[in-house]
């Protein structure tokens, strides 16, 4: 009988996943929206909102006024249920997902810095197979961890007073390590074996923006975004490690290897990615967005392989209203988000897509008390299912908490 199942149990991470998808490639691609990006389903491209930070699109940077300084932080909570049919486990996780700072500088230029994720891996397996013959009883572990990070700092300029372009360079670094053991654990003379793949990466990631606004009539702004990323293969230290030996020897030794270690002259790329949005903002006051997105990762490598992947898109919808810009009352000045996505995303399994995503997210951006700052909490749900006979089910629910501190810096006190 075979049985896959996630042996961790309940778990508390850092790294912000305990999919099994992130067995994949480098893992689970993080989301590269801010607060008020998440809780409009992850739109973010045709944004130009002056009281928030859109990396997503560097073209948006122009949007803030002189004497602005924004910094963002966003932490998540993560509750995942996973389930193939045979087995239900549950995991959960915590993770700082972005820092950022935004502020112009000079009357066309518009900056932004900060820290993001790009990927995450964290997954603990066990694949068992019963024999009749209780020797024969194979147990496959299947281990993985680590991430990537992107430390960026991007620029924007505004041409006119309706066309922005701008672009983010990011130095991307960070650790994968997928990791497979095959033991006999009932059979002490039996000898298994494990491995260890190691892919390090300290590379450079470039990304393009442009932003076309259009205002027709007194109450109607139309925004209209695109963003580029290149595609190329990542400076990079890749090895594998091996161990033959007796089950209980590599049982007792889990994946800290001594065998042999081979270093691997291999490319491991990322992909062109295109993306273009709109957004519609009515009377300051309700703005709807939509974003569409494709990653070309069926022409990336890893580990040296021209076919791990397949192509990804992801679509998303979204919308904010705020009752009263200019209210005196807490209550009208709230932002009420809500949005929803379809996600293809790029794993693959047996030459085929090895799942398919789509969720939904609403939440609220808070005022803070004489301030122009705000307290951004959303909540996301999330269904993952896998194509394959068999493979894990997910169900997510993700609470996404963020600070907006915006103040005026940039200006000079006048005394009498």
Not at 121 to 138: L, P, R, S
Request: aromatic fraction near 14%; glycine fraction near 10%.
């Amino acid at each position: 009988m075979l049985v896959l199942c996630l042996v961790s149990g309940i778990v508390i991470a850092q790294n912000n996943t305990n999919s099994p998808y992130s067995r994949y490639g480098y893992g689970q691609l993080a989301e590269q929206g801010a607060s008020n990006s998440r809780a409009m389903g992850g739109v973010a491209y045709g944004l130009r909102d002056k009281a928030h930070t859109n990396f997503a699109n560097p073209a948006s940077y122009t949007a803030v006024d002189s004497l602005t300084f924004i910094f963002e932080a966003g932490m998540s909570l993560q509750n995942t249920n996973f389930d193939n049919g045979i087995a239900k486990t549950n995991a959960k996780n915590t993770s700082l997902d972005y820092l950022s700072m935004h502020f112009r500088i000079g009357t066309r230029f518009g900056m932004s810095l900060g820290l993001l994720p790009y990927a995450n891996v964290g997954y603990d397996m066990e694949n068992v197979i019963k024999e009749a013959d209780k020797k024969k009883t194979t147990v496959t572990n299947y281990f993985g961890e680590g991430g990537l990070h992107q430390a960026y700092v991007g620029l924007a300029y505004k041409i006119n007073r309706k066309f922005s372009i701008g672009a983010n360079i990011s130095y991307l670094w960070g650790d994968v390590e997928h990791a497979m053991m095959l033991t006999f654990p009932y059979d002490d003379d039996a000898y298994g074996f494990a491995k260890r793949d190691h892919v390090g990466i300290n590379s450079v990631k470039l990304d393009f923006g442009a932003q076309y606004s259009y205002q027709f009539g007194k109450k109607h702004f139309a925004t209209f975004g695109a963003v580029f990323s290149p595609g190329y293969n990542l400076t990079n230290t890749t090895y594998t490690q091996e161990l033959l030996g007796l089950s209980t020897t590599i049982l007792s030794g889990g994946t800290t290897m001594s065998g042999k270690q081979t270093n691997l002259n291999v490319k491991n790329g990322i992909p062109m990615s295109f993306g273009a949005g709109v957004a519609y903002v009515y009377d300051g006051r309700l703005t709807v967005g939509l974003d569409v997105t494709y990653q070309q990762w069926s022409k990336v490598s890893f580990m040296g392989n021209k076919d791990a992947f397949v192509d990804r898109t992801n679509i998303a919808v979204g919308a904010e209203y705020l009752p009263d810009p200019i209210g005196r009352s807490i209550l009208k000045r709230i932002k009420y988000r809500a949005g929803a996505y379809y996600n293809a995303p790029y794993y693959k399994l047996d030459g085929v897509r090895a799942s398919k995503e789509w969720g939904v997210s609403a939440g609220l951006s808070i005022p803070l008390l004489r301030s122009r700052s705000y307290f951004n909490i959303s909540a996301q749900y999330a269904r993952v299912n896998g194509q394959t006979a068999n493979f894990i089910n997910e169900n997510q629910l993700r609470v996404n908490i963020g600070v907006t501190f915006n103040e005026r810096w940039f200006y000079k006190t006048r005394v009498n």
